[in-house]
């Protein structure tokens, strides 16, 4: 029965997209992160839904009449040109056949990216796939807090099987880079019971993190909150109220989970930490091997790992985003991939101060700082997985380029209006990021 739900659903909103090509977006948002057709059990679960999307939204967007063009900002830019050096690393790949396909898939999810920033610029366009993105994600969340819950504790709390964000820990992440954006929400919400039910879902989130059992889930859950903390300008009354949540949160968590958190501190002796170890080992062997291009998409494999790795035996993959980057795609990879992250931090730091006490683009400054946090979360946590493909992360520095490009045009028509500044009242932990202007 989801089977012909889901497709009914999909191939009834197929034909709105041809009228609103930015339409196709969302959906191709939706399908990609929250992987609908994972929750399944029939003839949709390997349904080729993605690339029906994709095809009906790439025909709509040449067709369509709305003026279109892609703003070159910094983070467009590198990240151009680190998708053309993948292309140059791929050609000369360990693994040719592995890493054709890999650059396939990599090369749909940028494309895509792409597509997001010419066809997203406005404030309602951007609004809508924040709550889309956030909702695709929240949705295991709010589950997974429940199952929590119901089960004391117990249990572990999983992603859609098949996608990127599948295991426990990959599901944490995606979760905790979540709640910025659900915070944002509520905060642009004008209505009460939305704000309450907004609430209750991150609590549930923030809940289903601890009961994933990842550590660096947990790791990235507290980066993240440090940063609230000290970029908040109400540092006391959250102070106080994470010294109320945060212990009872953790009381609620059985004996396992302590157990599974105290490996932090003995990684020396956990097995999977110690695998890790070896990987990155392998890949910075690898790297230093083949400085230049790497070894390509999928170099993480038997024949490499003999080669280079200090325990031939245990082949894992990267299992950090840092590593996978450097090891596969050369330090002139690496390089690339901090600058693009570095501009993104840069870009979102000039909407905050852009946007500093404007009157109608509050929203812009909050939305960028907001992405900050998410980048914390995505930086500490994705150092322990291999998700630096992953779609979440890019499209959160196209919603960065997409609002300044939105505020930007709003400067341009409008220069006395957009400059004129009002006292602008605080609004929780959010606001006081967005005033405080990010980290210079």
Known sequence: MRDIALTVVIFSLLPFVFARPWFGILLWTWVGLMNPHRLTFGFAYNFPFAEVIGIV????????KEPKSLPMRA?????????????????????????WRQLTKVAKIQLFVFLTILVMQSRERITTLVWVSALSIAYFGIKGGVYTILNAGGGMV??????????????????????PLMRWLQIQSQHRALKWALGISMVLMAIAVLGSYSRGGFLALFAMGTWFWLKGNRKVAIGALLVILV????AFMPDAWWDRMGT???????????????????????????????????????AAFTKWAPDPTRVWDAHSIWISILAEHGFVGLTLFVAFWISSWLLANKIIRATRDVEDYGWAGYLAAMIQVSCIGYWVGGA????AYWDFPYILVALLVLTW?????????????AKRTVAIAPIGVAQGIGRSGGTR
């Open 57 to 64: 939204t790439i025909i709509a967007i040449v067709l369509s």
């Open 384 to 387: 322990f997985l291999s998700l």
């Open 158 to 179: 999983l992603g859609p099987d098949g996608g990127f964000i599948a295991g426990n820990t990959e599901i944490s992440l995606a979760l905790t880079m979540t709640l």
């Open 75 to 99: 983070p467009v830019v590198l990240l151009l040109a680190l998708n053309a050096w993948m292309l140059v690393t791929t050609i000369y790949a360990l693994f040719p056949d592995d890493a």
């Open 264 to 302: 932090i501190q003995t990684y020396d002796q956990d097995t999977s930490a110690t695998a890790r170890l070896n990987s990155w080992e392998f890949g910075w062997n690898m790297a230093q091997a083949k400085p230049i291009v790497g070894g390509g998409f999928q170099s993480f494999q038997q």
């Open 405 to 417: 490009t939105v505020v930007q045009r709003a400067a341009g028509k409008h220069p006395a209006e």
């Open 247 to 250: 212990p009872a949160f953790l």
